[in-house]
C-alpha cells in the first residue's frame, strides 16, 4: 500500500499510524491514517483474502479503501 502511495506522488510521508490489525482463518484487514509532511492525511482500511489459513498462504485479493 504504502509504494502504491508513493506512486501517486502524494508527497513525503511524515508517519504511519496503525490502529487495528485483525485476523482470523483466511481473511486480515489494518486500518490507520497516515500523515504527511504538508499536514495531508489519508485514512485507509485494507482487508485482506488469503489462499488458505496457513502462514504459507498467498494472497488471493486486496480491497483497500481510503478517505
Do not use: P, W
Request: hydrophobic share 35%; net charge negative; charged share 25%.
Amino acid at each position: 500500500m504504502i509504494t502504491a502511495l508513493h506512486d501517486e506522488d502524494t508527497g513525503t510521508i511524515d508517519c504511519l499510524e496503525i490502529y487495528q490489525v485483525i485476523t482470523h482463518g483466511k481473511s486480515a484487514s489494518i486500518n490507520g491514517v497516515i500523515s504527511y509532511a504538508d499536514g495531508a492525511r489519508i485514512d485507509f482500511c485494507d482487508v485482506y483474502v488469503f489462499s488458505n489459513a496457513a502462514k504459507s498462504g498467498k494472497v488471493k485479493e486486496i480491497r483497500s479503501y481510503r478517505l
